[in-house]
DNA sequence: TAGATATGATACAAATATGTTTCATAAGTG
DNA sequence: CACTTATGAAACATATTTGTATCATATCTA
């Protein structure tokens, strides 16, 4: 059971789902012709592999959410509450920005394809898992509603990969920030 | 100085505006025959009033703008703090929902065009002067760098237009949610 | 090394979007 | 009401993109 696939399409497969991350996720409209050349791949090689556009880009976002499962992962051992649970998971997910800024973009656009909206929504229970287990572990207040605190770290991670356009800096430092803020906010205490 | 324009100018821009709004927040790719038939306006009449598509968006950006600053004009005399701004300016901005996801996408998208990026700029320069002023006044922790607090405004727009897509809940009190998690963050006391 | 296979270049077909032009008709204006 | 002007429909040209097919060449595998 080794890899049964040529060297060849190995490389190439990695190159499109990179070169298809990096511009789509700065711009949707990108075409197939811009991804390939990116790559550095024919334009053919590219069909060959992905039949249309729909194929390549959910084979984008699937690749992007085995790198946030495999970034995540190990949460669940080291954690040592709910709360813990969050900053370590900021700051597992927050150097997987391209993969963010992907996902956020792609997640609006494809309400089509049921395959990867159910993966979307098993990332986002995910979430919702880890805040009901704080919640009931009573570290959240009570007059803030679960599907509140859920969008909020989806508004963390957009706030932290637009912050990273203004002010250059450490992907740790800005979990740091974010895992603050979601705690305490941002008043003087 | 009476309106200049003819009655009829003035309707199909209204509709296309507000068409364009509409359809390019849920989807950038929408094209100008999309924009004109959800208008109910001939494609002539869009090309007659808007020269190339750049030129259409810009006038939804531009529309936009006015709009916030429209409704975020009275906050100056109404602020009792620096603080409360930030509260008000929730309060007013939140019901904005598609002008606020139409200027988010396009303000990633066009980074072009000089005269939008001012816009732009001179919005978001804004929203610093009210997080300086907030930190002189003594409100905002000193840990906290002020590009933070700025992007986290984004952020917690960003959050609550994603939350209306979850909960449906009343503009007003998703403002209250967003500046009690902006002052204090989400956990218990 | 020899055979299998993936590759890039090229040409091609079809669909779609942008932008222009024309003209009879409808609507506003004075 | 008479006149001006905006409108919608249609035809048209152009560019871009998607997707397919072919074939000589380069590369991997056994």
Chains 1, 2 share one sequence.
Not at 13 to 38: C, F, V
Not at 102 to 119: G, N, R, T, Y
Not at 157 to 185: K, N, V
Request: charge should be negative.
């Amino acid at each position: 059971m080794a890899d049964q696939l040529d060297a060849r399409i190995q490389k190439s497969q990695a190159a499109l789902l990179r070169a298809g991350m990096y511009l789509l996720s700065r711009n949707q409209e990108a075409s197939l012709s811009d991804i390939a050349r990116e790559a550095a791949v024919g334009r053919s090689t590219l069909y060959r592999l992905y039949d249309t556009k729909e194929e390549l880009v959910k084979a984008i976002a699937i690749h992007c959410l085995q790198a946030f499962d495999e970034a995540t992962s190990h949460i669940e051992d080291e954690a040592e509450s709910g709360l813990h649970a969050f900053h370590l998971m900021f700051k597992a997910l927050f150097p997987l920005s391209v993969e963010m800024e992907f996902l956020m973009k792609v997640s609006e656009l494809d309400e089509e394809d049921p395959e990867l909206l159910a993966i979307f929504q098993q990332q986002a229970n995910e979430i919702r898992k880890l805040v009901e287990y704080a919640r009931a572990e009573g570290s959240l207040s009570h007059d803030i509603p679960v599907d509140w605190v859920v969008c909020l770290v989806d508004g963390l991670f957009y706030t932290s990969w637009i912050s990273r356009r203004e002010m250059p800096m450490d992907h740790d430092a800005l979990a740091d920030l974010a895992f603050q803020t979601f705690c305490h906010g941002v008043t003087h205490r």
